[in-house]
Protein backbone atom coordinates (compact mmCIF):
# COMPACT_ATOMS: atom_id res chain seq x y z
CA UNK A 1 0.00 0.00 0.00
CA UNK A 2 1.66 3.37 -0.81
CA UNK A 3 -1.29 5.77 -1.38
CA UNK A 4 -3.56 7.81 0.59
CA UNK A 5 -7.64 7.22 -0.60
CA UNK A 6 -8.92 8.62 -3.44
CA UNK A 7 -10.04 12.42 -3.33
CA UNK A 8 -12.41 13.11 -6.28
CA UNK A 9 -11.79 17.00 -7.27
CA UNK A 10 -13.79 18.58 -10.68
CA UNK A 11 -13.58 21.14 -12.60
CA UNK A 12 -16.99 23.00 -12.64
CA UNK A 13 -16.07 25.23 -15.82
CA UNK A 14 -18.06 22.89 -17.74
CA UNK A 15 -18.92 23.79 -21.78
CA UNK A 16 -22.67 23.78 -23.06
CA UNK A 17 -23.79 23.70 -26.80
CA UNK A 18 -26.92 23.81 -28.32
CA UNK A 19 -27.34 21.69 -31.62
CA UNK A 20 -29.99 20.23 -33.95
CA UNK A 21 -33.62 20.03 -32.48
CA UNK A 22 -32.39 22.06 -30.05
CA UNK A 23 -30.28 19.20 -28.58
CA UNK A 24 -28.22 20.20 -25.12
CA UNK A 25 -24.83 18.54 -25.04
CA UNK A 26 -22.45 19.64 -21.70
CA UNK A 27 -18.54 18.52 -21.19
CA UNK A 28 -16.97 18.91 -18.52
CA UNK A 29 -14.07 16.58 -16.29
CA UNK A 30 -13.19 15.62 -12.87
CA UNK A 31 -10.12 13.41 -11.39
CA UNK A 32 -9.46 11.16 -8.92
CA UNK A 33 -6.21 11.90 -6.87
CA UNK A 34 -4.37 9.45 -5.36
CA UNK A 35 -1.35 11.24 -3.19
CA UNK A 36 1.68 9.20 -2.23
CA UNK A 37 2.51 9.00 1.02
CA UNK A 38 4.60 6.68 3.49
CA UNK A 39 1.75 5.76 5.68
CA UNK A 40 -0.26 5.05 2.60
CA UNK A 41 -3.16 2.55 3.00
CA UNK A 42 -4.40 2.00 -1.08
CA UNK A 43 -3.11 1.05 -4.12
CA UNK A 44 -4.09 3.26 -6.94
CA UNK A 45 -6.11 1.88 -9.83
CA UNK A 46 -3.49 0.93 -12.80
CA UNK A 47 -5.59 0.90 -15.53
CA UNK A 48 -8.63 3.07 -16.82
CA UNK A 49 -11.31 -0.05 -15.32
CA UNK A 50 -9.64 -0.30 -12.54
CA UNK A 51 -10.14 4.11 -12.61
CA UNK A 52 -13.66 3.51 -13.67
CA UNK A 53 -14.73 1.23 -10.97
CA UNK A 54 -13.30 3.21 -7.90
CA UNK A 55 -15.36 6.03 -9.00
CA UNK A 56 -18.26 3.70 -9.67
CA UNK A 57 -17.90 2.26 -5.74
CA UNK A 58 -18.08 5.76 -4.73
CA UNK A 59 -21.41 6.35 -6.04
CA UNK A 60 -20.66 7.74 -9.63
CA UNK A 61 -22.78 5.83 -12.63
CA UNK A 62 -20.33 5.88 -15.64
CA UNK A 63 -22.64 3.72 -18.10
CA UNK A 64 -22.66 4.78 -21.29
CA UNK A 65 -26.59 6.01 -22.25
CA UNK A 66 -27.50 5.94 -18.17
CA UNK A 67 -28.57 8.84 -16.35
CA UNK A 68 -24.98 10.44 -15.16
CA UNK A 69 -23.97 10.79 -11.91
CA UNK A 70 -20.64 12.04 -10.15
CA UNK A 71 -18.27 10.06 -7.55
CA UNK A 72 -19.06 11.93 -4.07
CA UNK A 73 -18.12 15.87 -3.76
CA UNK A 74 -18.14 16.48 -7.61
CA UNK A 75 -20.72 18.01 -10.22
CA UNK A 76 -24.48 15.84 -10.96
CA UNK A 77 -26.81 17.81 -12.39
CA UNK A 78 -29.64 17.27 -10.53
CA UNK A 79 -32.61 19.62 -12.32
CA UNK A 80 -32.84 17.69 -15.38
CA UNK A 81 -31.40 15.05 -16.67
CA UNK A 82 -28.50 14.19 -18.04
CA UNK A 83 -27.35 11.06 -19.92
CA UNK A 84 -23.74 10.16 -20.44
CA UNK A 85 -22.73 10.27 -24.43
CA UNK A 86 -19.16 10.02 -24.36
CA UNK A 87 -16.46 9.40 -21.49
CA UNK A 88 -12.57 9.18 -21.79
CA UNK A 89 -10.68 8.17 -18.93
CA UNK A 90 -6.92 8.63 -18.53
CA UNK A 91 -3.91 8.61 -16.27
CA UNK A 92 -2.20 12.28 -16.13
CA UNK A 93 1.20 11.98 -17.93
CA UNK A 94 4.05 11.38 -15.49
CA UNK A 95 2.09 9.99 -12.31
CA UNK A 96 2.96 6.18 -11.29
CA UNK A 97 3.35 4.26 -8.38
CA UNK A 98 6.20 6.59 -7.20
CA UNK A 99 4.38 9.44 -6.93
CA UNK A 100 1.09 11.36 -7.03
CA UNK A 101 -1.17 9.09 -9.27
CA UNK A 102 -4.33 11.46 -10.86
CA UNK A 103 -6.82 9.63 -13.20
CA UNK A 104 -8.95 12.25 -15.42
CA UNK A 105 -12.23 11.79 -16.66
CA UNK A 106 -13.69 13.47 -19.77
CA UNK A 107 -17.32 13.58 -19.34
CA UNK A 108 -19.89 14.19 -22.35
CA UNK A 109 -23.37 14.34 -21.17
CA UNK A 110 -26.54 14.89 -23.52
CA UNK A 111 -29.83 16.83 -21.60
CA UNK A 112 -31.88 13.60 -21.84
CA UNK A 113 -35.25 16.15 -21.43
CA UNK A 114 -38.61 14.28 -21.55
CA UNK A 115 -41.87 15.17 -23.55
CA UNK A 116 -44.46 16.74 -21.67
CA UNK A 117 -47.76 14.45 -21.02
CA UNK A 118 -49.83 17.48 -19.94
CA UNK A 119 -49.16 19.28 -24.09
CA UNK A 120 -47.47 16.34 -25.65
CA UNK A 121 -45.73 17.30 -28.94
CA UNK A 122 -47.89 15.46 -32.06
CA UNK A 123 -47.27 15.50 -35.57
CA UNK A 124 -49.90 14.65 -37.79
CA UNK A 125 -48.98 14.02 -42.07
CA UNK A 126 -51.22 12.78 -44.23
CA UNK A 127 -51.06 11.45 -48.13
CA UNK A 128 -53.43 10.91 -50.86
CA UNK A 129 -52.58 8.36 -53.34
CA UNK A 130 -53.90 5.18 -55.41
CA UNK A 131 -53.52 1.75 -55.25
CA UNK A 132 -54.40 -0.91 -58.13
CA UNK A 133 -56.96 -2.97 -57.35
CA UNK A 134 -59.15 -5.59 -59.44
CA UNK A 135 -62.17 -4.30 -59.86
CA UNK A 136 -65.38 -6.57 -61.67
CA UNK A 137 -67.92 -3.49 -60.32
CA UNK A 138 -67.74 0.25 -59.46
CA UNK A 139 -70.06 1.90 -56.94
CA UNK A 140 -70.47 -1.52 -55.03
CA UNK A 141 -72.65 -1.50 -51.90
CA UNK A 142 -70.14 -1.44 -48.85
CA UNK A 143 -71.36 -3.96 -46.12
CA UNK A 144 -71.79 -1.77 -42.94
CA UNK A 145 -69.44 -3.62 -40.17
CA UNK A 146 -70.53 -4.60 -36.38
CA UNK A 147 -69.10 -2.15 -34.11
CA UNK A 148 -68.71 -4.34 -30.85
CA UNK A 149 -64.98 -4.85 -30.25
CA UNK A 150 -64.94 -7.82 -28.18
CA UNK A 151 -62.51 -9.72 -30.63
CA UNK A 152 -64.54 -12.99 -31.52
CA UNK A 153 -67.96 -11.33 -31.74
CA UNK A 154 -66.16 -8.77 -34.05
CA UNK A 155 -64.61 -11.73 -36.75
CA UNK A 156 -67.84 -14.00 -35.86
CA UNK A 157 -70.48 -11.20 -36.83
CA UNK A 158 -68.09 -9.26 -39.71
CA UNK A 159 -67.50 -13.12 -41.30
CA UNK A 160 -71.40 -13.48 -42.24
CA UNK A 161 -71.90 -9.49 -43.20
CA UNK A 162 -68.43 -9.64 -45.51
CA UNK A 163 -69.06 -13.42 -46.98
CA UNK A 164 -73.23 -13.52 -47.33
CA UNK A 165 -74.85 -14.82 -50.37
CA UNK A 166 -75.83 -11.13 -51.08
CA UNK A 167 -74.65 -9.59 -54.81
CA UNK A 168 -72.60 -6.71 -53.88
CA UNK A 169 -74.18 -4.87 -56.61
CA UNK A 170 -72.88 -1.90 -58.39
CA UNK A 171 -72.02 -1.52 -62.40
CA UNK A 172 -70.33 -4.37 -64.20
CA UNK A 173 -67.00 -3.23 -65.63
CA UNK A 174 -65.12 -6.59 -66.45
CA UNK A 175 -64.71 -7.86 -69.30
CA UNK A 176 -65.55 -11.63 -70.86
CA UNK A 177 -65.34 -11.89 -66.90
CA UNK A 178 -61.73 -10.42 -66.14
CA UNK A 179 -61.50 -7.56 -63.95
CA UNK A 180 -60.14 -3.96 -64.65
CA UNK A 181 -56.91 -2.58 -63.07
CA UNK A 182 -58.54 -0.07 -61.00
CA UNK A 183 -56.24 3.15 -59.47
CA UNK A 184 -58.56 3.24 -55.56
CA UNK A 185 -57.98 6.40 -53.84
CA UNK A 186 -56.52 5.86 -50.88
CA UNK A 187 -55.71 8.18 -47.79
CA UNK A 188 -52.42 7.32 -45.32
CA UNK A 189 -51.96 9.11 -41.96
CA UNK A 190 -48.83 9.13 -40.19
CA UNK A 191 -49.44 10.32 -36.34
CA UNK A 192 -45.86 10.82 -34.77
CA UNK A 193 -45.43 11.41 -31.09
CA UNK A 194 -42.97 12.52 -29.05
CA UNK A 195 -42.17 9.68 -26.06
CA UNK A 196 -39.40 8.85 -23.55
CA UNK A 197 -36.52 7.64 -25.11
CA UNK A 198 -34.47 3.99 -22.94
CA UNK A 199 -32.59 5.48 -20.21
CA UNK A 200 -30.30 3.36 -18.24
CA UNK A 201 -30.98 3.96 -14.40
CA UNK A 202 -28.26 3.92 -11.95
CA UNK A 203 -27.70 -0.01 -10.54
CA UNK A 204 -28.71 -1.44 -14.45
CA UNK A 205 -32.11 -0.87 -14.75
CA UNK A 206 -32.82 -0.04 -18.17
CA UNK A 207 -36.96 2.14 -18.61
CA UNK A 208 -37.42 0.78 -22.26
CA UNK A 209 -39.89 3.45 -23.01
CA UNK A 210 -41.23 3.91 -26.55
CA UNK A 211 -39.66 0.30 -27.04
CA UNK A 212 -42.29 -1.25 -25.24
CA UNK A 213 -45.32 0.71 -26.85
CA UNK A 214 -44.08 -1.40 -30.28
CA UNK A 215 -44.12 -4.06 -29.33
CA UNK A 216 -47.60 -3.60 -27.98
CA UNK A 217 -49.16 -2.24 -30.27
CA UNK A 218 -48.10 -4.13 -33.20
CA UNK A 219 -50.37 -6.98 -32.00
CA UNK A 220 -53.28 -4.86 -34.25
CA UNK A 221 -51.14 -4.80 -36.99
CA UNK A 222 -54.07 -5.42 -39.71
CA UNK A 223 -57.04 -4.68 -37.94
CA UNK A 224 -59.80 -2.35 -38.68
CA UNK A 225 -61.25 0.18 -36.44
CA UNK A 226 -64.64 -0.96 -34.62
CA UNK A 227 -65.19 2.95 -33.55
CA UNK A 228 -64.80 6.14 -35.51
CA UNK A 229 -61.48 7.35 -35.84
CA UNK A 230 -62.64 11.66 -36.32
CA UNK A 231 -61.14 12.79 -39.31
CA UNK A 232 -58.60 9.58 -39.82
CA UNK A 233 -61.62 7.12 -40.74
CA UNK A 234 -65.45 6.31 -39.93
CA UNK A 235 -66.03 2.55 -38.39
CA UNK A 236 -64.71 0.05 -40.18
CA UNK A 237 -62.37 2.19 -43.47
CA UNK A 238 -59.22 1.84 -41.16
CA UNK A 239 -56.35 -0.31 -41.09
CA UNK A 240 -53.68 0.15 -38.50
CA UNK A 241 -50.93 -0.36 -40.97
CA UNK A 242 -47.11 -0.25 -38.75
CA UNK A 243 -45.72 1.35 -36.04
CA UNK A 244 -42.16 2.45 -35.28
CA UNK A 245 -40.24 4.52 -33.40
CA UNK A 246 -36.56 6.19 -33.89
CA UNK A 247 -34.19 8.22 -31.47
CA UNK A 248 -34.43 12.37 -31.68
CA UNK A 249 -32.14 12.67 -28.83
CA UNK A 250 -30.95 10.65 -25.95
CA UNK A 251 -34.38 12.02 -23.88
CA UNK A 252 -37.01 11.41 -26.54
CA UNK A 253 -38.02 8.46 -29.34
CA UNK A 254 -40.19 9.52 -32.27
CA UNK A 255 -43.26 7.19 -31.93
CA UNK A 256 -45.50 6.79 -35.57
CA UNK A 257 -48.37 5.16 -36.09
CA UNK A 258 -49.60 4.49 -39.30
CA UNK A 259 -53.07 4.46 -40.56
CA UNK A 260 -54.26 3.76 -43.89
CA UNK A 261 -57.94 4.56 -45.29
CA UNK A 262 -59.56 2.71 -48.10
CA UNK A 263 -63.36 3.10 -49.55
CA UNK A 264 -63.62 -0.53 -50.13
CA UNK A 265 -62.59 -0.81 -46.33
CA UNK A 266 -59.95 -2.90 -47.66
CA UNK A 267 -61.89 -5.57 -49.16
CA UNK A 268 -61.35 -7.61 -52.35
CA UNK A 269 -63.75 -8.63 -55.17
CA UNK A 270 -64.50 -11.93 -56.03
CA UNK A 271 -66.65 -13.66 -58.87
CA UNK A 272 -68.54 -16.22 -58.21
CA UNK A 273 -67.34 -19.32 -59.83
CA UNK A 274 -68.75 -22.91 -60.05
CA UNK A 275 -66.07 -25.40 -60.52
CA UNK A 276 -63.95 -23.49 -63.38
CA UNK A 277 -66.94 -21.48 -64.77
CA UNK A 278 -68.85 -17.92 -63.92
CA UNK A 279 -72.06 -17.37 -64.05
CA UNK A 280 -72.53 -14.99 -67.37
CA UNK A 281 -74.44 -12.22 -68.13
CA UNK A 282 -74.10 -10.51 -71.56
CA UNK A 283 -73.53 -6.34 -71.89
CA UNK A 284 -76.56 -4.43 -72.49
CA UNK A 285 -74.69 -2.61 -75.07
CA UNK A 286 -72.39 -4.96 -76.47
CA UNK A 287 -74.08 -8.54 -77.02
CA UNK A 288 -70.25 -9.89 -77.46
CA UNK A 289 -69.31 -8.68 -74.23
CA UNK A 290 -69.86 -11.05 -71.18
CA UNK A 291 -69.91 -9.94 -67.51
CA UNK A 292 -70.15 -12.19 -64.02
CA UNK A 293 -73.37 -12.06 -63.22
CA UNK A 294 -72.63 -12.40 -59.40
CA UNK A 295 -69.97 -10.58 -57.41
CA UNK A 296 -69.30 -10.94 -53.84
CA UNK A 297 -66.92 -9.87 -51.21
CA UNK A 298 -63.87 -10.95 -49.74
CA UNK A 299 -62.97 -9.53 -46.67
CA UNK A 300 -58.85 -10.62 -44.85
CA UNK A 301 -59.15 -8.06 -42.01
CA UNK A 302 -62.40 -9.12 -40.03
CA UNK A 303 -60.68 -8.51 -37.13
CA UNK A 304 -61.10 -4.96 -35.05
CA UNK A 305 -59.70 -2.67 -32.78
CA UNK A 306 -60.79 0.78 -31.31
CA UNK A 307 -57.64 2.72 -32.24
CA UNK A 308 -58.70 5.77 -29.69
CA UNK A 309 -58.27 3.16 -26.90
CA UNK A 310 -56.51 -0.11 -27.42
CA UNK A 311 -53.11 0.80 -29.82
CA UNK A 312 -51.51 3.18 -26.82
CA UNK A 313 -52.25 6.25 -27.85
CA UNK A 314 -53.67 8.48 -24.93
CA UNK A 315 -56.76 10.70 -24.71
CA UNK A 316 -54.17 14.09 -24.53
CA UNK A 317 -52.43 12.44 -27.84
CA UNK A 318 -55.55 12.20 -29.73
CA UNK A 319 -56.63 15.70 -28.35
CA UNK A 320 -53.57 17.61 -29.35
CA UNK A 321 -54.44 16.44 -32.95
CA UNK A 322 -58.15 17.30 -32.87
CA UNK A 323 -59.90 14.09 -32.20
CA UNK A 324 -61.72 13.26 -28.82
CA UNK A 325 -61.28 9.73 -27.45
CA UNK A 326 -63.67 8.52 -24.45
CA UNK A 327 -62.06 5.13 -23.10
CA UNK A 328 -63.14 3.30 -19.99
Not at 221 to 246: E, K, P
Not at 262 to 284: D, L, M, Y
Amino acid sequence: MTHATVVWKDTPGDRLVYTANDTRKMEFSFYGYYEKTPLGLFTPPTTSLGAVAAAESDGANLRIDGVYTGPSVTFTPTSQVWVLSSLTVERLNDTNLNSDVVWVFRVGLELAEQPSTDEPYVELTTQAGSANVSAFRMTPTIPTDMTTPASDAYVASNDSIWHGVSDIGGRKVDWNGQPIQYALPILTTNMTIQRPAPIWEDGGTRDTGAIDLVANASAYIGRRNSADVGFIGNTGYVLFAGISCSPLNKGIYNVTYTFRSHPWKHAIQTPRVTGSQFARVANSYNAERDHNEYIWWSQPHLAGADFLCDIGISAKEWEAVGITATCP
